[in-house]
Structures are given as C-alpha cells and as structure tokens.
C-alpha cells in the first residue's frame, strides 16, 4: 500500500524538520512530500535532510499547492498536513488506521489544543471557524466540527474525484463541502494542537481570510443548492413586491385609480425578476443533479482502499 504525506510550506525551515521527521517516525513506509510554495529560507534545504521528497509549485497559495499534489501523486492513501508543527504529526498513524479499518474516504483531524498550549488557536481564528462551522451546517445541512482543519487522510478515490477550484486557504472548505455533496463516507478525530515555536509567523490573516473563505461559501451555495440560494432571492423579492404593490392594490380596489405609477411598475417589475429566479434555481438545480451524477460516477472509477493488513 502506498501511503504519500503532502506538506505545503512557505518559509517553515523552524519546523520543517520536526514535521517530516514525525510523520516518518509515525508511518515509516509512507513517503513524505514537502510542497515548497516560493520560500525565501532554508525549507528545501531541511525537507530534504529530513527525509522527505521536495518539490515545487510557484503559484502561491495552499490551494495551489493541493491541486498539483492531488493531480501529480499517485497513493492509495493521502495525509495532508501543514508545515508549521502545530499539529501533533505523530498522531498519522492514528488516522490512516482509522481510514483504514472504517472504510473511509475522509477522515479529519479536529484540532484539540494540547496541555500548557491553551492560546495556540487564536481567539480570532477560533471565533472565525466557529462561526463558519455552523454556517456549514446550516447551508449545507452537514454537521462540521473543525472545517478548517489542514490535517486530513484521504481515499485515492476521494482525491482523485476532488476539483480542487480553490488558490488559498479556503482549500478546507472546498474538501468539506466535496465530501458533502459527495455523501462519502468519513469521520473526524481529536488531534493534538500547539502554538507554532518563537520567530515562526502565521500565513493567516483573520479578516483577508475570512472573507474569502465566506465567498466561496456563498459560491458554493450559488453552485450547490441553487433551490435553496435562488429561493431565498426570489422569496425576498417578492417580499419587497408585496410591500411596494399592495397598498396600491387595495387603493385601486377602493378608488379605481393609480396614483403612484412609477411604484406600481417597479413593483411589477421586482415580482417577475422573483419568478424568473424560481425558474432558474429550478433549471440549475436540474444541472446540478447531472453535475452530481458525473462526480459520482468519476469516485467509483476507483475501487475502496483495503488495507494489506487482515
């Protein structure tokens, strides 16, 4: 069985090592490879003394880094990871077994902040992943512990029927709702989370972020549940139609005149924009059912991973 690590890093030679080498230590057959993003630093330098295998995507962002890796590698067992040694990298061999027994195609590691490191989630980036777990939920009606979590173990079959659209960190978010659209088999674990060492800076930035992880989300929503998106537009517009037409409703049924015209027309106008909405969240939920049909059909061109162990 082939098992591949992928690690995106960008300027990570303070942890580099320490990561690559647990992971190795964790699952010693597994075959590490650090994804350097554009470093500046020693990073490729101490992948490689570590033992892992380097290479290369010039086209900054996380995001990027996946798409090449989940195009180029070929495993039957996928751990993502990032470079930072914030999360407990020994604990891989805790979830590819889990894959493995429970016959999974994600499982995600739901960072727990480990003894004497209480401030390693920061309080802004805690709030944000909270706030969008809950709008997951919500939206998509999948229940989502830590959806921004960067340590995950895929199926072949899951990374090889991802679309991998996304250039930054709302890669997770992409994977989350994939695996939901999906309905795939998957399961979360707690995993150990610690504050990156001294001098080692977070790539995040809360707000930059955060709101380009909301826009995928409301993307997502456009593409993925065109019904509910396109109704909730419609049934606000007819909203603002009634208000607008019906007290000119009721003072022609009462007068027999139309005083306010210009109003009467703009609220006609507004009621049929919200009907033409119904129709095209009826026409794109019908193309999301072939779109799905597609996607389930590319997932089962590879078969389930079994484990060489009986």
């Not at 009467?264 to 019908?286: H, R």
Request: charged share 20%.
């Amino acid at each position: 069985m082939k098992i591949a690590a992928i690690v995106p890093a960008h300027n990570e030679e303070l942890t580099i090592g320490s990561v690559v080498s647990d992971l190795l230590a964790a699952v010693p057959e597994m075959t590490v490879y650090v994804f350097d993003n554009c470093s500046t630093d020693r990073t490729v330098e101490l992948a490689r003394a570590a033992g892992a295998t380097v290479r290369f995507e010039r086209r900054k962002g996380k995001g990027n880094v996946v798409r090449r890796a989940f195009a180029d590698l070929d495993a039957d067992v996928y751990l993502m990871i990032d470079g930072d040694d914030t999360y407990d990298a020994l604990a891989a061999r805790t979830l590819i077994d889990h894959l493995l027994s429970e016959h999974l195609d994600q499982v995600v590691g739901v960072r727990t902040a480990t003894q004497g490191d209480k401030d390693a989630y920061r309080r802004g980036h805690a709030a944000g992943n909270r706030f969008f777990n809950r709008l997951v939920t919500a939206l998509f009606g999948v229940k989502v512990t830590d959806m921004l979590s960067g340590y995950r173990v895929f199926s072949r079959r899951f990374v090889k029927s991802f679309p991998a659209l996304s250039r930054q960190f709302e890669t997770e978010t992409e994977l989350t709702i994939h695996a939901r659209n999906l309905r795939v088999p998957q399961a979360e674990l707690p995993i150990g989370f610690r504050d990156r060492p001294a001098g080692s800076e977070s790539k995040l930035r809360t707000v930059r972020d955060g709101l380009r992880i909301l826009g995928l989300i409301v993307s997502l929503l456009l593409h993925e549940r065109p019904a509910l998106f396109f109704g909730v537009v419609a049934g606000l517009l007819a909203v603002i139609s009634l208000g607008l037409g019906a007290p000119i409703v009721v003072e022609f049924f009462l007068t027999g005149l139309v005083p306010r015209f210009p109003t009467a027309i703009l609220a006609s106008a507004i009621g049929i924009i919200a009907v033409l909405c119904v129709g095209l969240g009826v026409m794109l939920n019908g193309i999301l059912r072939v779109r799905q049909e597609i996607a389930r059909l590319a997932y089962l061109q590879y078969g389930p991973v079994v484990s060489d162990t009986p």
